[in-house]
Nanobody, 122 residues
Framework: QVQLVESGGGLVQAGGSLRLSCAPS????????MGWFRQGPGKEREFVAA????????YYGDSVKGRFTISREYAENTVYLQMNSVKPEDTAVYSC???????????????WGQGTQVTVSS
């Protein structure tokens, strides 16, 4: 069983930056693709970014492309989501997920974290 723990959320002003972290406990995530999803108030869950296993190819949702960057640090067993030029519409609970392949579909992931709140003030 993989447990994922997110951290780094908080309150940030529009135009600012924030870095989220996701650290699996219980085992390394070397053999998993990792993804970030978010769910804003009154909105459906939305794909944010994913990184494949092995090749570390990255994929982004259209609304964050060019502003957010997903990366993974194997030595630290951690996945990051660097959020730059944030907007009020980025306000959401951000959750990381692990699965066999990078995908924009949440059903492709086996394990999920509890999420971390990101609030962007205008």
């Amino acid at each position: 069983q993989v447990q994922l723990v997110e951290s780094g959320g908080g309150l940030v002003q529009a135009g600012g930056s924030l870095r989220l972290s996701c650290a699996p406990s219980g085992r390394t995530f070397t053999n998993y693709a990792m993804g970030w999803f978010r769910q804003g108030p009154g909105k459906e869950r939305e794909f944010v970014a994913a990184i494949s296993r092995g090749t570390d190819n990255t994929y982004y949702g259209d609304s964050v492309k060019g502003r957010f960057t997903i990366s993974r640090e194997y030595a630290e067993n951690t996945v990051y989501l660097q959020m730059n030029s944030v907007k009020p519409e980025d306000t959401a609970v951000y959750s990381c997920a692990a699965g066999p392949a990078a995908s924009s579909h949440y059903s492709s992931y086996y394990y999920w974290g509890q999420g971390t709140q990101v609030t962007v003030s205008s």
